[in-house]
């Protein structure tokens, strides 16, 4: 008997596989029936009553929702061919509701160059808002929204008393994701950072690890009592994103500032009635080897000028020049620059009394010096 072909053998192993597959497709066993027999939902296991602790972030995360709110802003635009004028979108950020007089917090740097802002509530709806006031050393903003129905303001709590390691919640609307918790832990107090024009610090400034990320800016930071502790406003992380250090103005500056902000659209900032400037203040410190803040002029009737406090004289000669006093510092806190002054002044309100420690002649002495009000 002669052998098959090679072409006969393929095409019988082939007809043979054919079948085998055939037989595997229809018949049941270990690679079709037990399969289809068990692909049905399986049971779900009972869950059991939530931890105390998730149910209360639940509960906190329900009722503050109400009161936050999501903010978009439009710039202006002319169109130079037709000369229509339109607005465009120009950023988004998060914000609060203070009272139930429509009034809505946020930062400044939220609705900084814009032309209009809408505000949309939790409900859903979209509100056109109006500008109120604004304090850009303190990077807040308060705008006002007319409608029925207005949710409930966040309750206050202080940022005096809180401690490293309390737990804090952040709600806001991060990349435009709105209505978003998260949580952390205050990690430090009083850290002090440059406002947007970097003429004055930001005092007293909450950090938090809680995830801050653009579009967050604005919102509120609560403790675990629902409470509204800080206003969210910037975050330090070298890609944009967030790197576990946010930072909040504490809520005690914000119930010092909105106020004022609500009654004349603007922050009236404490001060001495003197002049002074960074750049010249640093070259003339360091030449003189002292830390603190050189009085260049004192305003005529100003409270500096009550208080004997003086600046640098230029004598008749025109050569010879008198140092002025050297402010090093307020109630006892030392300062060693201007930004850090006005911060130590912000503390306080127009009309407080402050003590001031100054260089005069080589001798520390003290001068009582009531605060007058300066537009910001």
Known sequence: MSRPSTARLFAWIAGIVLVLAIVARFAPGPWTGEVAAQAVPREVSPR???????????????????????????????????????????????GFVWDDRGHVVTNH???AGASGAQVRLSDGRDVAASLVGVSQAHDLAVLRIDVADLPPALPIGSSADLRVGQTTFAIGNPFGLDFTLTTGIVSALDRSLPS??????????????????????????????GRLIGVNTLIYSPSGASAG???????????????????????????????????????????????????????????????????????????????????????????????????????????????????????????TVTLQGAQQ
């Open 48 to 94: 059991g009553p939530l931890p105390a602790g998730e149910q209360a972030t639940i509960d906190l995360f329900e009722a503050a929702r109400r009161s936050v709110v999501y903010i978009t802003t439009q710039s202006r635009v002319v169109d130079l061919w037709t000369r229509n004028t339109f607005n465009v979108p120009r950023g988004t950020g998060s």
């Open 245 to 367: 250090v946010g930072f909040s103005v504490p809520v005690d500056t914000v119930n010092r500032v909105v106020p004022q902000l609500i009654a004349t659209g603007k922050y009236v900032r404490p001060t001495l009635g003197v002049e002074v400037d960074e750049g010249l203040n640093q070259l003339l410190t360091e030449r003189a080897r002292v830390k603190g803040v050189v009085i260049l002029r004192v305003t005529p009737g100003s409270s500096a000028a009550a208080a004997g406090l003086r600046g640098v004289r230029v004598e008749q000669d025109g050569r010879t020049v008198t140092p002025g006093d050297i402010i090093v510092a307020v109630d006892g806190a030392e300062v060693e620059s201007v930004a850090r002054l006005l911060g130590r002044l912000d503390d306080h309100r127009v009309g407080d009394t402050v003590r001031l420690t100054v260089l005069r002649d080589g001798q520390r002495t003290d001068v």
């Open 196 to 225: 947007e024009d970097g003429r004055q610090l930001i005092e007293h400034l909450i950090q938090t690890d809680a995830a801050i990320n653009p579009g967050n800016s604005g919102g509120p930071l609560l403790d675990s009592a």
């Open 109 to 111: 740097h939220v609705v």
